[in-house]
């Protein structure tokens, strides 16, 4: 038996990914990112395939990394990870600053911003696992990298208790609540998991 919240225990930073082609630019939270050699200084990034930022990376080849910090609001990861790049445009409304390789970053909640180029892309299934080579890196903060775990316990919005007759199911990975039966075939409208990822509040 694999039991999912078993998973969640693994240790775990969050980030936002971002990528353009041409005119488009996109983003989206991943939680694997790691540098896998120093010299040339090489990082791994695991993407979902169903992200629209995943195939802009395996078009262009280059991605930049915002670490985000503890400070950083629910807001931020319901932008970059609650809705698809396909449909809107994440970044509208507001200037971002870019890297040399013209891509956005999210200085305000980063501690620290990572420039790469794709030399090397692995199919693992429902990821793709990109090697990148760092064209650039600089610190923007000293405050503290988010974790998983963190953003668990102290970002994402606690479910509220039931109220009325009607049942509620909150989704355990990103914390949206459906009102009503929870139908076997449900998806998550903000993180895309299945109704098998939500429990019922009581």
């Known amino acids: 038996m694999i039991e999912k ?28 990112v790691s540098m896998i050699t120093d010299e040339p200084k090489r990082i791994t990034v695991y993407v979902n395939k169903s992200n629209f930022t995943e195939s802009l990376i395996r078009e262009t080849g280059e991605l930049n990394v915002s670490v985000l910090t503890e400070k950083t609001p629910f807001e931020v990861f319901k932008q970059f990870g609650f809705c698809s790049g396909r449909d809107t445009d994440k970044f509208a409304g507001k200037q971002y600053p870019q890297t040399e390789n013209g891509l956005y970053y999210i200085p ?42 963190y953003y668990q316990s102290s970002i994402k919005p606690k479910p509220q208790a039931q109220q009325g007759g009607q049942e509620k ?10 009102e009503g039966p929870l139908p ?19």
């Open 5 to 32: 919240e078993a998973m969640y225990k693994l240790t775990y930073g969050l980030f936002v990914l971002t990528a353009k082609n041409g005119e488009k630019q996109n983003g989206c939270i991943v939680n694997t």
């Open 108 to 149: 305000e909640v980063s501690n620290a911003v990572i420039s790469a180029k794709v030399v090397g892309a692995h199919d693992y299934g429902t990821h793709t696992l990109f090697v990148a080579e760092v064209t650039e890196a600089k610190t923007l903060s000293t405050d503290k990298s988010v974790t998983y775990e």
């Open 169 to 178: 199911w909150v989704c355990k990975v990103c914390g949206y609540v459906h």
């Open 184 to 202: 076997d075939d449900f998806i998550c409208p903000w993180c895309k998991h299945p109704a098998s990822d939500f429990e019922k509040m009581q």
